[in-house]
């Protein structure tokens, strides 16, 4: 690719990274990460650069920062890590760039520095192809650079260390839970599978995040306690030694009090409800070996299982075991192609189509949203054009409208019409439009699991 430099005056410029620059992107994150200005870097953070940057992950390397550089001085003053996604939209896979972490130094905010890292990654994305953009930000920020909370990010049930029921006395285990090795990978990868395709609420998951074998190799042999990435791997097993599932566990504790449970699933035929029990103690055994980053002191007093909206697990645990549920909070997507990205799900719309009332479908759907717009037209239950729209200054054409961004909402089915018209009172929709755009867009959860 093209080396992109541009120059922002006053002795800054925007570009891309190179392998030189590491330690001063490792200094700017150091320094703003900090919980008060009088704290030292912080070196979770350090860590997390270096090893982004190191050549050896998976998703980003040492050319993948954009960043803003004071050339009178020579610091790096403002950067966006950028690294490669792969998700899925009902099994159809699209790759977006994801925006982790971002930062610029307090001296140098409000001169849109944040947004020329943005400028650069999103030209850098539309040139790889990808139809999004993603990150887990910081509330309101991102909405300026065309990003929406578009797909659920977490979602909890948190459950007592103290509530977890104690084996009978002389009692076996018949669950036990092993530290995963690279021979587990492929069972490791066929249970990840069935977590991401499990049914919520009747439908299947909608939005997922795929990913390979070598990236699953990694999450065993390359994250790293100092840099908090990841999970860590546990195979579920019976007293024979035959494994029936896996737990992934947070790879650090951020708070001493709690440990993340990220990810649960058994094999076919085998009762969580029996599974639970066990594993909660085994977990429970486990957390005071959890590192806290930063170090600080404390005892671990909860599970926290951060596995979405719903889970078969949470179901399992029972309602007498939950202490305390967080609803999600969310992605940031950003589709700089809205009219691009339905024809790559095409597919997947006509299906809905052809399964609902409305099967057989010939018209069209104009929807306005405000700073432009999309055509749908429909030939007897197929797509046969989707195509960016303006809605004229005079005339009655506009079948629904949505205010710029909302209708990724709608897109990724977090929000169904119905409340996105009782939340907004400039979404609308005339009868059959409303009809042909509940079809088409059901609400569905997503669960997307961050590959860092």
Not at 380 to 397: C, K, N
Request: net charge negative; with cysteine; proline share 8%.
């Amino acid at each position: 690719m093209a080396t992109t430099i541009k120059d922002l005056g006053n002795g800054l410029i925007a570009r891309w990274s190179t392998a030189a620059d590491q330690e001063r992107i490792a200094v700017l994150f150091g320094h703003v990460f900090r919980r008060t200005a009088d704290d030292p870097p912080n070196e979770r953070m350090i860590a997390y650069v270096h090893h982004q940057m190191s050549g050896q992950h998976p998703l980003i390397g040492p050319n993948d920062v954009a960043l803003v550089e004071d050339t009178r001085s020579g610091m790096v003053v403002a950067a966006t890590a950028v690294m490669r996604q792969r998700w899925e939209y009902a099994g159809i896979p699209f790759t977006l760039s994801r925006a982790e972490p971002v930062a610029a130094h307090e001296e140098y905010r409000n001169r849109g520095l944040v947004r020329a890292t943005f400028d650069l990654m999103h030209a850098r994305s539309a040139e790889q192809g990808d139809l999004a953009q993603c990150i887990t930000g910081i509330p309101y920020f991102y909405r300026q650079f065309g990003y929406e909370f578009a797909v659920d990010l977490g979602g909890s049930r948190a459950v007592m260390l103290a509530a977890i029921p104690e084996a009978k006395e002389g009692q076996a285990e018949p669950f036990m839970v092993r530290d995963a090795t690279l021979d587990d990978l492929p069972q490791i990868r066929m249970l990840y599978e069935r977590e991401r395709s499990r049914l919520a609420g009747g439908l299947p998951i909608l939005v997922s995040a795929s990913f390979d074998h070598d990236h699953w190799r990694w999450t065993l042999t390359g994250q790293t306690a100092e840099a908090g990435e990841g999970w860590n791997t546990h195979m579920i097993i019976r007293p024979d030694g035959q494994t029936i599932g896996y737990v992934l566990t947070g790879r650090v504790r951020w708070s001493p009090e709690k440990v993340r449970i990220l990810g649960m699933m058994v094999e076919p035929g085998v009762p969580l409800t029996a599974v639970m029990p066990p594993v909660l103690r085994a977990l429970r055994a486990m957390a005071p070996s959890i590192p806290v980053i930063p170090p600080k002191p404390g005892e671990p007093r909860q599970l926290v299982f951060v596995l979405g909206a719903s889970h078969p697990v949470y179901d399992a645990l029972g309602r007498d075991l939950i202490a305390r549920s967080e609803p999600p909070y969310g992605w940031y997507v950003r589709v700089p192609n809205v009219p691009l990205f339905l024809r790559h799900i095409r597919a997947v719309l006509e299906r809905r189509l052809a399964g609902s009332f409305l099967a057989g479908y010939t018209g069209e759907l104009k929807i306005d949203f405000f700073k432009g717009g999309l055509r749908m037209v429909f030939e007897s239950g197929r797509i046969a054009f989707i195509e960016p729209w303006q809605a004229p200054i005079y005339g009655d054409e506009t079948s629904a409208c949505f205010p710029p961004l909302v209708f990724l909402q709608l897109l990724f089915g977090r929000r169904s019409l119905d409340e996105l018209r009782a939340w907004h009172d400039d979404v609308w929709a005339d009868d059959e439009p409303a009809m042909l755009l509940n079809s088409l867009f059901p609400k569905q959860q997503s669960w997307v699991l961050p590959l860092d």
